[in-house]
């Protein structure tokens, strides 16, 4: 496994569901979901940018938080309306923010 494989693997199963988990913790204000959907829109004008200017693996990272965030605010909205499934969308959450690696993993596979 190259170091770059490494790096994304660890990013999208260690630090997507940490991250995803940690903002859950933070609580369901409507504070925290405004400026969730602030970082997922300036994530992905950063990740524009940076693929502009040629930096596609930072542009790759920016555009996984931006991912992360929006399950994150997402979740939290589900637990603002429907308190019943709280543990469901939880546990839905932490799963689906390790779905950009295997977004990656079939593309790296169909290039090869």
């Keep these: 496994m190259t170091p770059e494989t490494l790096t994304v693997f660890t990013l999208c199963f260690v630090a997507g569901p940490l991250l995803f988990a940690l903002i859950l ?3 369901q204000s409507l504070a925290l979901l405004l400026s969730l959907a602030l970082g997922v829109v300036a994530a992905a004008l950063a990740a524009i940018w940076l693929q502009a200017g040629g930096m596609l693996f930072a542009a790759l990272a920016l555009l996984w938080f931006a991912w992360v965030l929006a399950i994150a605010m997402l ?3 589900l637990h ?3 308190p019943q499934l709280r543990r469901g969308v939880t546990i839905i959450g932490l799963l689906v923010t390790t779905l950009p ?3 990656l993993a079939t593309a790296r596979m169909l290039m090869s």
């Design 25 to 27: 913790q933070l609580g």
């Design 75 to 77: 979740a939290l909205t």
């Design 80 to 82: 603002r309306r429907v």
């Design 101 to 103: 690696w295997f977004g």
